[in-house]
């Protein structure tokens, strides 16, 4: 690997184990948040949902600034618009607001988190071919799936316990200074290298030329399209299945007020994360296609899914938890290999931000009804609910299957453009 390649692999490490330890201090706690705010279940996923209706309203519109005025640019504007966005959930917290109030807030983040999405892995696939990068794109995405799972362990724990130790608006605040450290260095160690923004179109020029080429190399790329149409059911399964596990644990253990278990939902998650990124390579060798193995996967978090719905016993619902998890967390570098690897340099950005937004719409739609599920029956009974929903998935990635791809086989693909 070339100087080049390693300064541009540390900055995408350092970057996103930071980003990740900032966001993740809240994980552990966020649904105990909103209920302490006074909201009901069917209110607190309504006000995620919203958060999602935030990355659905603009991940197409930042992946065109990542893509038109440049991947730092996006980034800069995603760390200062989440720190603000963060202040501002503690604020609504403190005087108990509205649920509008709420809902607003949670767009801004969703705004937040769009303009990261797809900025960061746009710039490392391009960074890296402009410096020569000759190994493949899943051992770097796996240590950052490493990286990820570290940062999200120590910052759900330390969450957790913060919020045990003062009050649950606490790990907020400190999410909020980290989200300041990220911008700084974001600031100093991130330039766009094997790309060039289109600064001297007009920006309305450039948004038209740059979504119309996205559409082409996005949804009318069959490869592509097929993965987008099933995000919507793995992410919509995904995220309820993550933020719902905070409250039917603490109902599981026999205690509501035990913060400290709603953490280990977080850092059980953030472990399958390290433990999946390290079993990449060894699952790249059981594999022949990417589509295979996220076949395979898919089956196995439609299985542990149900089986949260069915258990009444809290330790049989953690290694529950731990399967799912780890399944999703090998399964997605290879995920993310595949789709790069069809798609020009020139629209990376917005054509990741639209697959990001495929998924955000799942989650629209899926989190107040899998709420409200909750309130009308119980917690079983949703993941039951969410066990289905994530079935849908599974004919999407045989259809990708079938398409035989370029980055499909398993082995090195980056698109230089």
Known sequence: MTLGAQRVRR???TLTVLSTLAASF?????????LDAGLSNAAAFTVSAFYTAGQVLFEIPTGVVADTRGRRTSYLLGAATLLVSTLLYVWMWQIQGPLWGWALSSVVIGLGFTFFSGAVEAWLVDALAANDYDGDLESIFAKGQVGTGIAMLTGSVSG????????LGVPYLIRAALLGAVFVVAYRAMR?????????ATALGAIK?????S???????????????????????????????????????GDETAFFVAGLAASIVAGAQIVGGLLVARIRKLFKRRTDALIAGACVSVVTLAGLGLTANFWIALVLLSVWALTYSASFPLRQAYVNGVIPSE??????????LMGSAGGVVSQPALGRSADVWSFSTSYLITSAISAFAVPFFVLARKEQASSDPIE????KG
């Open 209 to 213: 030329t740059v979504l119309s080429a």
């Open 160 to 167: 957790g316990l913060v919020a045990q130790v003062s009050n």
């Open 347 to 356: 629209q990376r950005a917005t054509v990741l931000s639209f697959d990001a």
């Open 11 to 13: 900055t995408y490490l």
């Open 215 to 253: 559409v082409e190399q996005g949804w009318r790329n069959p490869p592509v399209r097929w993965l987008m149409l099933a995000a919507p059911f793995t992410m919509g399964a995904g995220v309820f299945a993550f933020y719902a596990m905070q409250p039917y644990l603490l109902e599981l253990y």
């Open 26 to 34: 809240i994980w552990g706690i966020n649904t105990l948040f909103l």
């Open 412 to 415: 090195v693909t980056i698109s």
């Open 192 to 200: 766009d290298e094997g790309f060039s923004p289109a600064r001297g």
